[in-house]
């Protein structure tokens, strides 16, 4: 850790000019030598300690024990790429991960549009006491999962607050407890989701319209643009990199999305809400086989790399 | 940025390191030599132990600390009967001081076995049947074979040979029902019918002795009750079902094979017209609307409290609702064993309290197995527990007789453990099984599986695991 930030050179790297044989070549820049790129290490040397220590190490060691049979106490067998051929034949695994998708569908996408949709309406229209909702919006992601999920057990329970409301509009045979109903359990628990998320993406949104310059409202509004108009050449454009922000969050939570089902209906009913993430601590704790929870961790990890790179290039390659 | 690479090897390589487990295992069997030598006594030759089994005058060993897990966390319930008996061990001897630490069930057996891998792990604690928890302490050597206590103590009397089995493992942790005895318990478990007695008396309904005699009964109480469930039932958590089941497949069959298969006793199977007929008795009850609709999403205690509130005519449920039963229903509250099949002999699922058991870690054994005898077989401890609603598993007792209802329970387990009715817990059987009879239970009662395919999904699981026993 307290390595000399002198040596951190990040232009040491392997094909650089000035780490060929012999002394360093005289830079062209006009730059002075040196120091100041140097400091720059300093000042993300704390954070990179952090990240080093408490995210990357645990992930190469989750790649390590992915590799084990292992029951998390005695000595551990090695077994390969075992339990990552076993994770792709697993039916339980591939459903769960089918769930995950669809969750993105919850926790991303309509978060993400009805965040869209009330900035747009907002662009047009003063709504008195915004600042309050938006913080009342906001709160849920302020709330363990744990009492969001026990809220909605409740809320949802059959003879909850959302039967009662159903009941007063639809037929007495829509009720139902939600949560343990084969059909709807996952909905249920995405729409969770979607009122968690909702909150984030439209703050972000709100955030990233106000830097749009209004010269170019103005510009769309004396070109005769309307609403709808003024929304996709004003709006979404300004908007692309809090685009790519909400939807890489939000994706990475729909993906590893554990605490509201575990404590919502524990993958139930039947494996109806089984997700990567509870597959994983089953695994881990309750199955006592710590490599193969490890492959369906590494597995989640790098579904959500893969995901979140392809968001980024998406918006990179909309914005040349 | 060589220097940040050369650290980044140097952490990697401590991170990953060798073999996971390896240097956990040295620890073990380096911290507890005393251990290893016990465990590796086979459990036939264990009288050569016994005079080293420290009885009494523990006063001599100057201060001992003993840290207690437990998940018996209820109150009321066996938390203030730990918790007394304990005050009165410490006063016994004032030189022994026991931390007990209460804790749920759920945080207590997914952080059990690497507590006790570790060097600040408790000195006693419960585990749970089953190769994730007990199989798992076996065969990593972190608990001690209880025999050389047992044949001090006699503890072989309190039970018979098959409340015994549930405690015994061969020493690989393979082999379940075999071996030496690693742990005790304190009290008998079952699931039995809590009838709401008043509610019956008012239908004009009286229970009979058989069990097809009791689903023609079910049908013409269905009518009567119109939107009220027959059975008040929570199956949120999934065991629900892997509870009800057991007096059905009473109802088809003995209790032995059951056991059997959950000891993997070469040849068993689930697949078999026992279990098919009690899932397709489920399904049919499940379609009938014997059960409230919302019964996936209502948690198991949750449902013995709506019970407890009036709703619903019976509640198949653990003996350890009955406080809250007594509490709501008073009088009116009674329970019984599901009336029996063709053999005439009580079936349900059933087993001891989890079972205690010693570190192999530990600098005082002989206390702790004294602090065990202690807590299950002082006069004050069976008064106690009875006091506390709960049924010692030392056979031979008698509850207080001013309470018929707490009387019914006894009779209950009594009545199981003498008709060798006691299933155990079908998810003792794997380290998935859980998981399994969970979804496929749902699924069978809901009609999504059929009942043949449901036996066939949960005997693959079976089948595979056994593979991996055998395999080693």
Not at chain 1, 141 to 166: S, T
Not at chain 2, 11 to 32: E, I, K, R
Not at chain 2, 156 to 162: L, N, Q, R, T
Not at chain 2, 178 to 185: E, F, R, S
Request: negative net charge; aromatic residues 12%.
């Amino acid at each position: 850790m307290s390595a000399e930030p002198v040596e951190l050179d990040p232009t040491a790297r392997p094909g650089s000019h000035v780490s060929r044989g012999g002394a360093p070549r005289r830079r062209p820049t006009g730059r002075a030598p040196g120091e100041p790129r140097n400091v720059a290490w300093l000042y993300i040397l704390p954070g990179l300690v952090f990240f080093v220590l408490f995210t990357f190490l645990p992930l190469l060691h989750a790649g390590w024990l992915s590799l084990y049979q292992w029951d998390g106490l005695t000595v551990g067998k090695f077994v390969g790429l075992d339990n990552y051929s076993q994770a792709l034949s697993d039916p339980d695994v591939r459903t769960a991960f089918l769930h995950a998708l669809q969750l993105i569908i919850y926790y991303s996408v309509l978060p993400v549009v009805l965040g869209l949709a009330l900035t747009g309406f907002l662009t047009r229209h003063t709504v008195r006491g915004f600042t309050f909702f938006r913080t009342v919006l906001f709160l849920p992601q302020m709330i363990a999962g744990v009492v969001i999920a026990q809220a909605f057990v409740w809320f949802y329970a059959e003879e909850g607050p959302f039967n009662a409301a159903l009941k007063r509009v639809a037929p007495d045979e829509w009720a139902r407890g939600w949560l343990g109903d084969f059909d709807w359990a996952l909905r249920a628990i995405g729409s969770i989701g979607t009122w968690v998320t909702f909150g984030l993406c439209m703050v972000l949104f709100v955030a990233g319209v106000q830097k749009i310059p209004t010269s170019l409202y103005d510009a769309a509004r004396v070109d005769g643009a309307g609403a709808v108009r003024e929304f996709l050449t004003v709006t979404l454009p300004g908007l692309r990199y809090e685009l790519v922000v909400a939807f890489v969050l939000t994706t990475i939570n729909a993906l590893r999305s554990f605490d509201i089902v575990y404590n919502a209906t524990k993958g139930g009913p039947g494996d109806e809400t089984y997700v990567p993430a509870l597959l994983m601590y089953l695994n881990a704790f309750k199955y006592n086989d710590v490599g193969y929870a490890c492959a369906i961790a590494v597995t989640l990890a790098v579904v959500i790399f893969v995901l979140a790179i392809a968001v980024n290039l998406l918006a990179d390659r909309g914005s040349d | 940025m060589a220097a940040l690479l050369a650290l980044l090897v140097a952490l990697v390589v401590a991170a990953c390191g060798g073999t996971p487990g390896s240097d956990n295992d040295d620890a073990t069997t380096a911290a507890a030599p005393a251990a290893s030598d016990t465990t590796a006594a086979p459990a036939e030759s264990t009288a050569a132990a016994e005079p080293t089994v420290q009885m009494d005058g523990f006063e001599s060993l100057g201060p001992v600390e003993l840290n207690v897990w437990s998940y018996d966390n209820q109150d009321p319930g066996l938390m203030p009967v730990i918790t007394e008996l304990t005050k009165q061990f410490m006063a016994k001897y004032p030189n022994v001081k026991i931390n007990l630490e209460f804790k749920d069930f759920n945080s207590l057996v997914d952080t059990v076995n690497r507590a006790l891998a570790s060097e600040d792990g408790p000195d006693i604690t419960e585990g749970n049947q089953g190769y994730q928890i007990d199989a798992a302490q076996v065969k990593a050597k972190l608990i001690l074979p209880l025999d050389p206590y047992i044949k001090a103590y006699g503890w072989d009397k309190w039970w018979g040979a098959d409340t015994n089995q549930i405690f015994q493992w061969t020493e690989d942790g393979k082999t379940f029902g075999q071996g030496p005895t690693w742990g005790i318990a304190q009290t008998g478990q079952n699931v039995g019918l809590y009838v709401n007695k008043k509610k019956l008396a008012d239908l004009g309904l009286t229970i009979p002795a058989t069990f097809a005699e009791f689903d023609t009964m079910l049908a013409d109480a269905k009518a009567k009750l119109g939107d009220d469930p027959i059975f008040e039932f929570g199956n949120k958590e999934g065991y629900g079902t892997i509870h009800f089941i057991g007096g059905l497949q009473g109802a088809y069959g003995d209790a032995q094979p059951l056991r059997d298969w959950i000891y993997h006793v070469p040849g068993s199977t689930f697949e078999t017209p026992q279990n098919i007929q009690a899932l397709t008795k489920l399904a049919e009850w499940g379609k009938a609307g014997y059960f409230n609709e919302d019964y996936n999403a209502v948690g198991y205690d949750q449902a013995a409290a709506e019970f407890a509130k009036g709703k619903g005519l019976f509640f198949v449920g653990g003996n350890w609702e009955t406080a809250i039963i007594k509490a709501g229903l008073g009088a009116d509250a009674g329970m019984i064993n599901m009336p029996p099949g063709e053999s005439g002999k009580h079936v349900g699922v059933g087993a001891t309290s989890g079972p205690w058991h010693i570190s192999a870690k530990t600098k005082f054994p002989d206390v702790a197995a004294a602090w065990l005898n202690y807590i299950h077989s002082s006069p004050e401890a069976v008064d106690m527990m009875y006091k506390a609603l709960q049924i010692p598993a030392i056979s031979g007792t008698t509850p207080p007789a001013d309470d018929p209802f707490l009387g019914e329970v006894t009779a209950s387990w009594q009545q199981l453990v003498s008709d060798g009715g006691l299933t155990l817990y079908a998810d003792w059987a794997s380290p998935s099984m859980y998981d399994t009879l969970a979804k496929y239970y749902q699924e069978a009662m809901a009609g999504k599986t059929s009942p043949e395919d449901a036996a066939k999904a949960i005997q693959a699981d079976w089948t595979k695991f056994d593979a991996e026993l055998k395999a080693g």
